[in-house]
């Protein structure tokens, strides 16, 4: 059910969206965007998405959460925020670009977070998935799902979260401002921001060099160039330097043994190494 105008202020620390005045901004931009929607609880936004694109929902839906009783992160992991105190958006997709191309849609989305959250310092991207805190505590995770020709894009950004509601690897953008952060001026400037990276990836048919979103990538990514561990789903790890992300959205790991390209769901975790 969504949140209603006259229930937006039940919070005065964590107002609720307002779908309805979302709309009409994204359509006055003249946006991709058909539709937003807000619902104050749902298991998870992307089940949710990849339930309609199943059922040929049409590309341009922006589902948002107030509260993710399910949440979920990449190879199931739990996603958990308070109510009211993140951005928990999916977007429905269908882009036209080769299949092997889908990989990017996590990279881009998260250059997209970073380029629309620059008022906080300088954020980074740890490949594949998640957006980073000048302090390289976790700011937003990223969760990218294919279903047929549709892929749903999930993000989870920490906006009101206080530190004692956080890990302590996490952080939020109010701890980072130390002010209240509005989440549907942060919304919007994610939405638009994802717009147009998407819009000119899908114009050059999903080619990440003459799209500009390789370069883009690789300016904001924390991990290429690193010395790294990356733990394998059988509990293997691997040493090795992190050398690049390939044409199709692949870590590119060069050990003792030769070069591994990691594609995000061949790895468990990408950690920096530890020395000695």
């Not at 805190?133 to 894009?153: F, Q, W």
Request: net charge negative.
């Amino acid at each position: 059910m969504a949140d209603t105008p006259a229930g937006r202020w039940s919070d005065l620390d964590r107002p609720a969206l307002d779908a309805t005045a979302l709309s009409a901004v994204l359509a006055r931009d003249g946006s991709m965007w058909r539709t937003v929607e807000v619902v104050s609880q749902v298991g998870s936004t992307n089940a949710e998405l990849t339930a309609r694109a199943a059922a040929d929902e049409a590309e341009g839906v922006v589902l948002v959460a107030e509260h993710q009783a399910a949440g979920r992160g990449r190879l199931d992991r739990v996603w958990t925020s308070p109510p009211r105190a993140g951005v928990t958006v999916s977007v429905l997709l269908r882009p036209d670009v080769p299949a092997a191309r889908r990989g990017w849609l996590s990279l881009l989305t998260g250059v997209a977070l970073a380029e629309s959250l620059t008022e906080v310092g300088r954020t980074s991207l740890k490949w594949p998935n998640d957006l980073l805190a000048p302090d390289g505590r976790k700011l937003a995770g990223i969760l990218a799902e294919a279903s047929g020709t549709a892929v749903v894009v999930g993000v989870g950004l920490n906006v009101s979260t206080r530190e004692d509601e956080l890990p302590d690897t996490g952080t939020s953008l109010q701890l980072l401002a130390g002010r209240p952060v509005d989440r549907a001026p942060v919304l919007l400037a994610y939405l638009r921001a994802f717009e147009r990276r998407y819009r000119t990836w899908v114009e050059h048919a999903g080619d990440p060099v003459s799209s500009g979103l390789a370069r883009d990538y690789l300016a904001w990514c924390s991990t290429v160039g690193l010395e790294v561990t990356v733990t394998l789903p059988d509990g293997r790890t691997v040493d090795g330097i992190a050398e690049a992300v390939d044409w199709d959205g692949r870590l590119v790991v060069r050990t003792d043994q030769g070069r591994l390209e990691l594609a995000s769901g061949d790895v468990r975790h990408v950690r920096p190494r530890a020395a000695g």
